[in-house]
């Protein structure tokens, strides 16, 4: 081959190299059938004009649309957190109260999110509910309900599920189911014909926001991003991002 002649395999991405070599794909990624799943959005919009000025409100109004749709688990929400290091973590848990005031949930403090949540109370929730095409962002400091909060709703669940409070060291390493399984016997042993209070270690915390972001699928991944976030006053501002 002369300096001016180039190597095809080398200026054509889906050439072959010399004869009886393997071809040579331009993106293996763009032709795996997981690159080819998409979906175009076009349900409904978003727009300055349609908001309303309080994001509170807002997440309301899309929460109360969202139980009409009857979508499954409408509820459930991913929960980012992230160690004193900055390392990254996220899981499903269930949203079980807004107000103005902030979004709470309830889970095990000796968990993994419950120490995270100690050494940096910050957090980021994020509702998918596919069935409208939209998903919703929200961001800020977290901190543990009052006691009586936490008492109030603990009241409320099923027995089945104070006793799985009581037996489970959420997160930690066990042995086996059979440990777990055990763990439920002598629980249940222990609190027959009593009160089933709530653990020292378990309970609520709230996520007061300071930004959340609404997001409307729209054609030609064009998506409507709405952005309200908290001034110094306590009053918000809205702007649009781009998709």
């Known amino acids: 081959m002369t300096p001016t002649e180039k190597n095809p395999a080398t200026t054509n991405p889906t050439a072959t190299n010399l004869p009886g070599s393997t071809p040579i794909a331009a993106n293996p990624a763009a032709t795996s059938p997981i690159a080819a799943i998409r979906k175009e959005y076009k349900r409904q919009s978003l727009s300055e004009q349609d908001i309303l000025s309080d994001p509170i409100g807002q997440f309301e109004k899309w929460w109360n649309e969202a139980l009409q749709s009857q979508i499954d688990e409408v509820n459930a929400m991913t929960l980012s957190t992230a160690s004193a290091a900055g390392e990254p973590d996220a899981r499903i848990v269930l949203l079980k109260g807004f107000d103005k005031t902030g ?141």
Do not use: M
Request: hydrophobic share 30%; charged share 30%; with cysteine.
């Open 103 to 243: 979004f709470t949930f309830f889970t095990n403090y000796n968990s993994a999110k419950g120490h995270e949540l100690l050494e940096n109370p910050h957090a980021c929730l994020v509702f998918f509910w596919k069935e409208l095409e939209r998903q919703i962002r929200i961001k800020g400091p977290v901190e543990k309900l009052e006691p009586r909060e936490s008492d109030d709703y603990f009241s409320s669940r099923p027995a089945g599920s104070r006793i799985g409070a009581w037996s489970s060291p959420q997160s930690q390493l066990i042995e086996s189911r059979e440990w777990l399984e055990q763990q439920e016997k002598e629980r249940l042993e222990e609190f027959r014909g009593k009160e089933i209070l709530r653990p020292p270690h378990w309970g609520g915390y709230r996520l007061t926001p300071h930004t959340i972001e609404f997001w409307q699928g729209r054609p030609n991944r064009l998506h409507d991003r709405i952005l309200y976030t908290i001034g110094g006053k306590g009053d918000w501002k809205i702007g649009r991002l781009a998709p």
